[in-house]
């Protein structure tokens, strides 16, 4: 399984970035889909959700500013992150829910 996150990187307070992550190696139409972020010495802290049928839920922290998407034709989850904030700042895995597979993850970083 290959879970290759990307889209991450460096922008201003109030800016937006738009994170994808290619899956390969399982069914993904068949799978809910998480995204998760984590800063140095913090757990990784579940962002957002989306079903199969595309329902969606999401982190108190990041309602209303993100959003998840998915696209089963290119195999591919999206984060769309508006107004981004310090606090967003951290390393943003894809994961299908109730696996144990994890990518390498992409970078944010939010300047105040």
């Known amino acids: 399984v290959q879970l290759q996150a990307s889209g991450g990187g460096l922008v201003q307070a109030g800016e937006s970035l738009r994170l994808s992550c290619a899956v390969s190696?399982?069914?993904?139409?068949?799978?809910?889909m998480d995204w998760y972020r984590q800063t140095p010495g913090e757990q990784r802290e579940w962002v957002a959700s989306?079903?199969?049928?595309?329902?969606?839920n999401y982190a108190d922290a990041v309602k209303g500013r993100f959003t998840i998407s998915r696209d089963n034709a290119k195999n591919t989850l999206y984060l769309q992150m508006n107004s981004l904030k310090a606090e967003d700042t951290a390393v943003y895995f894809c994961?299908?829910?109730?696996?144990?597979?994890w990518g390498q993850g992409t970078l944010v970083t939010v300047s105040s």
């Open positions: 994961h299908p829910f109730g696996t144990p597979f």
């Open positions: 190696g399982i069914i993904f139409s068949f799978n809910s």
């Open positions: 989306i079903t199969r049928h595309s329902s969606t």
